[in-house]
């Protein structure tokens, strides 16, 4: 099933890019996606609604005389696909040329062990909701004063093929197993904070036990809600969670060393390559390559092969990411890192593909050492300006560690300056957590940030 | 459309128990135009049905992108299966859903033939010439970028109980960026529109060129402008950030599923949540003029889309409600199921939210304030179960005895929503819709739109770095 499946996919792609050639484009790249998913949803703490779905989507990009043109459809007849040329052909006529419009060469790809699980992929409706019933239980038995929201657990079978004008033909297939709960504990009328867990693994059994720890997190993340109060201002400590170095560092540092954002003089790390931008024992690595990684692949949006890249090393800014564009755009023979980001909706973009920072060499629990009052930031609810690296926000399930004692607070803010803060890290636990089967991160005390109680 | 509406109704007809059956075609282009080069040109087109079907008290639901009435067929069967496959597991089964203002017949929206008429070319222009606009407001920009975009819909909705409606709609938006830069220092400036209409509808706050102007302004000011303090602070709301809080804050703690799960708003019906000058309402329909970029004429469950007052005076009166949650609790539905594409499943979501105007003006509401701030512009925002809310605003001017002083930046804006509601001292008379180019999210996107008037509260700004 799975191979005739990838050769139909595959077989679509070169008719895309055979059509395109035939009516006039002089470069084409199409990509395109199967995905079969069977999923069982909570909704307030109960399951909810079962579903299937199956769909194939493609993207075909075309250069006709130096101008591109996009379009992306789900729709795979001989009629859609000849409307489709016509529409991304009409496109490039209405676009001016750019000469840096050009697919990359064909080149050799190696594959990624354990992307693929063949239980997974016969996974049933009935498997999912059996697994997602015993979530519901699970969470009941930890405390009756937590509520699911909402939740879900399913099973995805993937195939994602790619062929080019320019000889570049790839494939790959996977399955994933994902289990997640988003909720609160209520407690008489104390509603605390909502919060969320999760996890992901290729196959349905690894699945459930990461996942069985992810509830027991989510558990722990809503009943430390209650009874919070409101902090105290100062300008001082704060240990970052695994979570919240995911989402607020390593989501607004990834998108200052895009080339595009580079380029286009939105972002601060411009000009800084070989610069210390951060402490010494900052080492940001991209390894999109890991065996069983769940953000693994061995081609990127554009084909081109995925590798292990060190971005940061000891504080050192050691390289942008780029695709085949912003490649050529950068000149003296810099080509593509490998990180067109996207898939078949989009064109190609950039981004990162696997992140990890590396341990540090201090025990966990050492960074809540010292006198001064120090916030613990489980999660933060914020807005970080991409081109200044100003931020503030509120801070969730979060605690002020203070004479000894640690209580939970809310209505609290952070403020600061996220390049700032990479310059003010006085600590990187050596442990690590792997969120989602892909991002392998520790826990991080910095300095000089600002907290104002409301 | 009616080729679609009758092959629904052709398959659903001969179907058991509650079959729900929704065709939906969605179309969209996007352009984007950077420092000078069209660096986007896309078009995405995504068709298929879903299907929901309740069997034994439990919802299943499957979809396809094969409009053959055979591929349809199967899909009311994959979906059954799901439904029994949950059923065994489920606790509180759906018997019953409550009688509903079941849509019938076409209603398209207005504007589909307007924007769906002008070539690619002349919106490429478009685009190219406010990104002119933004580049040269100023010899403080160093970036400028311009992005175009609409969407089109085609909808058919068909249920065994009745409905059978069909509707068409197109959603243009624009948004405009400025960056500006002095001595390493780098500031941005960010104009968004976006309307449920034609042209008109599109500009009808100002041209494009206005809204490049105001956006490099605003990059151009902001390099010079200091943090403010932090702390809590009279704050007046403008309609934009006015809309992000009754959006964010208080309309999804008042959606009936997460009202359900324990939200603050559970159990408050009849009660005081926000002072007596507030009347808070969320609309299917675009109120007071047209165009609101949330608009439905019907709902994905085939039901007519009400306008619903959620707080009368401060009390709060409603929830909003899909049919499996209007019959839990006794109530008619509100028309506010939506699903973003085929593939996905009806959720309750707001479509249009708005405060209603007061009587003020707001030069009266500004003579009036000792000290405070005038936030204008949200950046992005986030809210709690708690209705604990925090927004990022582009633009915060200090008020000082009554009158507008220095530009402040960097500011974030929280509170409890019900709090803050509970602090409204004074509503002005001017009424916008100004968040029309914003998606909500809720484990799928959807199109909504907020406003309202201008308002004086109390809430916590974040403050100096």
Same mark, same amino acid.
């Given at each position: 099933?799975?191979?005739?499946?990838?050769?139909?996919?595959?077989?679509?792609?070169?008719?895309?890019?055979?059509?395109?050639?035939?009516?006039?484009?002089?470069?084409?790249?199409?990509?395109?996606?199967?995905q079969h998913t069977v999923e069982?949803?909570?909704?307030?703490?109960?399951?909810?609604t079962v579903q299937t779905t199956d769909e194939t989507m493609?993207?075909?990009?075309?250069?006709?005389?130096?101008?591109?043109?996009?379009?992306?459809?789900n729709r795979?007849?001989?009629?859609?696909?000849?409307?489709?040329?016509?529409?991304?052909?009409?496109?490039?006529?209405?676009?001016?040329?750019?000469?840096?419009?050009?697919?990359?060469?064909?080149?050799?790809?190696?594959?990624?062990?354990?992307?693929?699980?063949?239980?997974?992929?016969?996974?049933?409706?009935?498997?999912?909701?059996?697994?997602?019933?015993?979530?519901?239980?699970?969470?009941?038995?930890?405390?009756?004063?937590?509520?699911?929201?909402?939740?879900?657990?399913?099973?995805?079978?993937?195939?994602?093929?790619?062929?080019?004008?320019?000889?570049?033909?790839?494939?790959?297939?996977?399955?994933?197993?994902?289990?997640?709960?988003?909720?609160?504990?209520?407690?008489?009328?104390?509603?605390?904070?909502?919060?969320?867990?999760?996890?992901?693994?290729?196959?349905?059994?690894?699945?459930?036990?990461?996942?069985?720890?992810?509830?027991?997190?989510?558990?722990?993340?809503?009943?430390?809600?209650?009874?919070?109060?409101?902090?105290?201002?100062?300008?001082?400590?704060?240990?970052?969670?695994?979570?919240?170095?995911?989402?607020?560092?390593?989501?607004?540092?990834?998108?200052?060393?895009?080339?595009?954002?580079?380029?286009?003089?939105?972002?601060?790390?411009?000009?800084?390559?070989?610069?210390?931008?951060?402490?010494?024992?900052?080492?940001?690595?991209?390894?999109?390559?890991?065996?069983?990684?769940?953000?693994?692949?061995?081609?990127?949006?554009?084909?081109?092969?995925?590798?292990?890249?060190?971005?940061?090393?000891?504080?050192?800014?050691?390289?942008?990411?780029?695709?085949?564009?912003?490649?050529?755009?950068?000149?003296?023979?810099?080509?593509?890192?490998?990180?067109?980001?996207?898939?078949?909706?989009?064109?190609?973009?950039?981004?990162?593909?696997?992140?990890?920072?590396?341990?540090?060499?201090?025990?966990?629990?050492?960074?809540?050492?010292?006198?001064?009052?120090?916030?613990?930031?489980?999660?933060?609810?914020?807005?970080?300006?991409?081109?200044?690296?100003?931020?503030?926000?509120?801070?969730?399930?979060?605690?002020?560690?203070?004479?000894?004692?640690?209580?939970?607070?809310?209505?609290?803010?952070?403020?600061?300056?996220?390049?700032?803060?990479?310059?003010?890290?006085?600590?990187?636990?050596?442990?690590?957590?792997?969120?989602?089967?892909?991002?392998?991160?520790?826990?991080?005390?910095?300095?000089?940030?600002?907290?104002?109680?409301? | 459309?009616?080729?679609?509406?009758?092959?629904l109704?052709?398959v659903?007809?001969?179907?058991?128990?509650?079959v729900e059956a929704r065709y939906h075609a969605k179309?969209?282009?996007?352009?984007?135009?950077?420092?000078?080069?069209?660096?986007?040109?896309?078009?995405?087109?995504r068709s298929g049905v879903g299907i929901r079907v309740?069997?034994?008290?439990?919802w299943g639901f499957a979809s396809t992108g094969n409009l053959d009435?055979?591929a349809i067929r199967a899909a009311i069967e994959s979906a059954r299966?799901a439904?029994?496959?949950?059923?065994?597991?489920?606790?509180?089964?759906?018997?019953?859903?409550?009688?509903?203002?079941?849509?019938?017949?076409?209603?398209?929206?207005?504007?589909?033939?307007?924007?769906?008429?002008?070539?690619?070319?002349?919106?490429?222009?478009?685009?190219?010439?406010?990104?002119?606009?933004?580049?040269?407001?100023?010899?403080?920009?160093?970036?400028?970028?311009?992005?175009?975009?609409?969407?089109?819909?085609?909808?058919?909705?068909?249920?065994?109980?009745?409905?059978?409606?069909?509707?068409?709609?197109?959603?243009?938006?624009?948004?405009?960026?400025?960056?500006?830069?002095?001595?390493?220092?780098?500031?941005?400036?960010?104009?968004?529109?976006?309307?449920?209409?034609?042209?008109?509808?599109?500009?009808?706050?100002?041209?494009?060129?206005?809204?490049?102007?105001?956006?490099?302004?605003?990059?151009? +000011?902001?390099?010079? &402008?200091?943090?403010?303090?932090? =702390? %809590?602070?009279?704050?007046?709301? *403008?309609?934009?950030? $006015?809309? /992000?809080?009754?959006?964010?804050?208080?309309?999804?703690?008042?959606?009936? +599923?997460?009202?359900? &799960?324990?939200?603050?708003?559970? =159990? %408050?019906?009849?009660?005081?949540? *926000?002072?007596?000058? $507030?009347? /808070?309402?969320?609309?299917?329909?675009?109120?007071?003029?047209?165009?609101?970029?949330?608009?439905?004429?019907?709902?994905d469950?085939?039901?007519?889309?009400?306008?619903?007052?959620?707080?009368?005076?401060?009390? /709060?009166?409603?929830?909003?409600?899909?049919?499996?949650?209007?019959?839990?609790?006794?109530?008619?539905?509100?028309?506010?199921?939506?699903a973003w594409e085929y593939s996905d499943q009806p959720?309750?979501?707001?479509?249009?939210?708005?405060?209603?105007?007061?009587?003020?003006?707001?030069?009266?509401?500004?003579?009036?304030?000792?000290?405070?701030?005038?936030?204008?512009?949200?950046?992005?925002?986030?809210?709690?179960?708690?209705?604990?809310?925090?927004?990022?605003?582009?633009?915060?001017?200090?008020?000082?005895?009554?009158?507008?002083?220095?530009?402040?930046?960097?500011?974030?804006?929280?509170?409890?929503?019900?709090?803050?509601?509970?602090?409204?001292?004074?509503?002005?008379?001017?009424?916008?819709?100004?968040?029309?180019?914003?998606?909500?999210?809720?484990?799928q996107?959807?199109?909504?739109?907020?406003?309202?008037?201008?308002?004086?509260?109390?809430?916590?700004?974040?403050?100096?770095?």
């Amino acid at each position: 099933m799975e191979s005739t499946q990838s050769e139909t996919i595959t077989d679509l792609c070169q008719r895309l890019v055979d059509a395109a050639i035939a009516s006039g484009a002089d470069q084409a790249e199409a990509i395109a996606g199967y995905q079969h998913t069977v999923e069982t949803r909570l909704e307030n703490s109960d399951v909810h609604t079962v579903q299937t779905t199956d769909e194939t989507m493609f993207g075909l990009r075309v250069f006709a005389g130096g101008s591109l043109g996009f379009i992306t459809s789900n729709r795979t007849d001989p009629n859609t696909i000849k409307d489709c040329v016509a529409e991304a052909i009409g496109q490039a006529a209405a676009i001016p040329a750019d000469p840096l419009n050009d697919l990359p060469d064909h080149q050799e790809l190696v594959s990624i062990d354990g992307l693929f699980d063949d239980a997974t992929a016969a996974v049933t409706v009935d498997q999912t909701t059996e697994y997602a019933a015993q979530l519901v239980e699970q969470v009941r038995s930890r405390d009756e004063r937590i509520r699911i929201d909402s939740g879900g657990v399913s099973a995805t079978t993937w195939i994602g093929a790619l062929a080019s004008s320019k000889g570049m033909q790839a494939v790959e297939s996977g399955t994933s197993a994902d289990g997640h709960l988003f909720g609160m504990a209520v407690d008489g009328d104390e509603v605390a904070s909502f919060d969320y867990d999760g996890d992901s693994a290729h196959d349905f059994e690894t699945m459930k036990s990461v996942v069985g720890d992810a509830v027991e997190r989510f558990a722990d993340k809503c009943l430390s809600g209650l009874g919070a109060q409101s902090g105290r201002s100062f300008k001082g400590s704060v240990v970052l969670s695994p979570d919240v170095v995911e989402e607020f560092i390593l989501g607004n540092l990834v998108g200052t060393l895009a080339a595009d954002a580079v380029r286009k003089g939105r972002s601060p790390l411009a000009g800084k390559l070989g610069q210390k931008i951060a402490v010494d024992g900052l080492t940001l690595i991209d390894d999109g390559t890991r065996a069983g990684g769940m953000r693994s692949s061995s081609f990127d949006r554009e084909g081109v092969p995925i590798r292990r890249h060190v971005l940061i090393e000891n504080g050192v800014l050691q390289t942008y990411l780029y695709n085949h564009y912003e490649a050529r755009a950068a000149g003296n023979g810099t080509t593509s890192t490998g990180h067109a980001g996207g898939g078949a909706s989009s064109l190609p973009s950039i981004s990162p593909v696997q992140l990890e920072l590396a341990a540090g060499d201090v025990a966990q629990d050492s960074l809540f050492d010292g006198d001064e009052p120090i916030v613990h930031v489980g999660r933060f609810s914020g807005s970080t300006n991409s081109i200044t690296g100003d931020f503030s926000g509120v801070v969730k399930n979060s605690f002020l560690i203070e004479n000894g004692e640690r209580r939970p607070i809310k209505e609290t803010l952070m403020a600061g300056n996220l390049f700032t803060l990479l310059e003010s890290i006085t600590a990187i636990s050596r442990e690590r957590r792997l969120l989602g089967g892909a991002e392998l991160l520790p826990t991080i005390r910095a300095e000089g940030v600002s907290i104002t109680a409301g | 459309m009616r080729e679609a509406l009758e092959l629904l109704e052709d398959v659903v007809s001969g179907s058991d128990g509650f079959v729900e059956a929704r065709y939906h075609a969605k179309s969209s282009r996007a352009i984007g135009v950077e420092k000078g080069t069209i660096e986007r040109s896309q078009y995405r087109t995504r068709s298929g049905v879903g299907i929901r079907v309740l069997e034994r008290g439990a919802w299943g639901f499957a979809s396809t992108g094969n409009l053959d009435a055979s591929a349809i067929r199967a899909a009311i069967e994959s979906a059954r299966a799901a439904a029994i496959a949950g059923s065994a597991h489920k606790k509180e089964r759906v018997d019953t859903l409550p009688a509903a203002r079941l849509a019938r017949g076409t209603f398209d929206l207005p504007g589909v033939d307007e924007v769906l008429g002008r070539s690619l070319e002349e919106k490429i222009a478009m685009a190219s010439r406010f990104e002119e606009a933004v580049r040269n407001a100023g010899n403080a920009i160093s970036s400028a970028s311009c992005g175009y975009s609409e969407i089109y819909e085609e909808k058919a909705i068909v249920t065994t109980d009745g409905a059978a409606a069909a509707f068409r709609l197109v959603r243009p938006e624009l948004r405009l960026q400025a960056v500006a830069e002095k001595d390493g220092q780098l500031s941005s400036g960010f104009e968004s529109v976006g309307a449920t209409g034609g042209w008109e509808c599109l500009f009808r706050g100002g041209t494009g060129e206005s809204f490049a102007e105001k956006a490099a302004k605003t990059a151009t +000011d902001l390099l010079t &402008a200091k943090h403010p303090e932090g =702390g %809590r602070a009279t704050v007046i709301l *403008a309609p934009s950030i $006015v809309g /992000l809080l009754v959006h964010e804050a208080i309309g999804h703690t008042v959606e009936a +599923d997460f009202v359900q &799960a324990g939200s603050v708003a559970a =159990g %408050r019906i009849g009660k005081r949540v *926000a002072s007596d000058l $507030v009347t /808070l309402c969320d609309s299917g329909s675009s109120q007071f003029y047209d165009g609101a970029g949330g608009t439905i004429p019907v709902d994905d469950e085939g039901v007519v889309a009400q306008n619903t007052t959620i707080i009368r005076n401060g009390i /709060l009166e409603s929830y909003l409600h899909n049919r499996e949650s209007a019959a839990k609790y006794g109530v008619a539905p509100t028309g506010s199921a939506r699903a973003w594409e085929y593939s996905d499943q009806p959720l309750i979501r707001m479509r249009n939210t708005y405060l209603v105007p007061g009587v003020a003006s707001l030069e009266e509401i500004i003579a009036g304030t000792k000290d405070g701030y005038l936030l204008d512009g949200p950046r992005n925002g986030q809210a709690d179960a708690t209705g604990e809310f925090m927004f990022g605003v582009q633009e915060a001017r200090r008020i000082r005895d009554g009158k507008l002083c220095e530009l402040v930046r960097g500011v974030t804006l929280s509170g409890i929503a019900f709090d803050v509601m509970q602090t409204v001292d004074a509503i002005s008379n001017e009424f916008k819709w100004d968040l029309g180019s914003g998606y909500c999210g809720k484990g799928q996107p959807a199109k909504v739109d907020a406003g309202g008037p201008y308002i004086r509260c109390q809430a916590v700004l974040g403050g100096e770095q």
